[in-house]
């Protein structure tokens, strides 16, 4: 079992900048590629981005490409998502997932490849 706590979650002003942190628990943190994702209520989660296991790939969805980077630090056994440039629709709930890959340099973009999930933090932006 792995247990994800995301923070640093908030309210922030478009332009503005949150970096959102995932702690993970229980396991080898290096032995799982990690993603985030984001959800709206009412509407399908959606990927955000997702780093390999050993942090050397990353994959980033269109509408954040060029304004969030993930990085990790599997000595802090944590993932981080920093966003920059934020925008109105970027306001979600904002999950941090972790899956277990034979590679290290694999990821997923899909939810469903993902065996454990975090509770989620909330991003709101303000036009």
């Known amino acids: 079992q792995v247990q994800l706590v995301e923070s640093g979650g908030g309210l922030v002003q478009a332009g503005g900048s949150l970096r959102l942190s995932c702690a993970a628990s229980?396991?080898?943190?290096?032995?799982?590629?990690m993603g985030w994702f984001r959800q709206v209520p009412g509407k399908e989660r959606d990927f955000v981005g997702a780093?390999?296991?050993?942090?050397?790939?990353?994959n980033y969805a269109d509408s954040v490409k060029d304004r969030f980077t993930i990085s990790r630090s599997n000595a802090k056994n944590t993932v981080y998502l920093q966003m920059n440039s934020l925008k109105p629709e970027d306001t979600a709930k904002y999950y941090c997932?972790?899956?277990?890959?034979?590679?290290?340099?694999?990821?997923?973009?899909?939810?469903?490849?993902?065996?454990?999930w975090g509770q989620g933090t909330q991003v709101t932006v303000s036009s």
């Open positions: 997932a972790a899956t277990s890959t034979y590679g290290t340099n694999y990821y997923y973009t899909e939810d469903y490849n993902y065996d454990y």
């Open positions: 229980g396991r080898t943190f290096g032995d799982y590629a």
């Open positions: 780093i390999s296991r050993s942090g050397d790939s990353t």
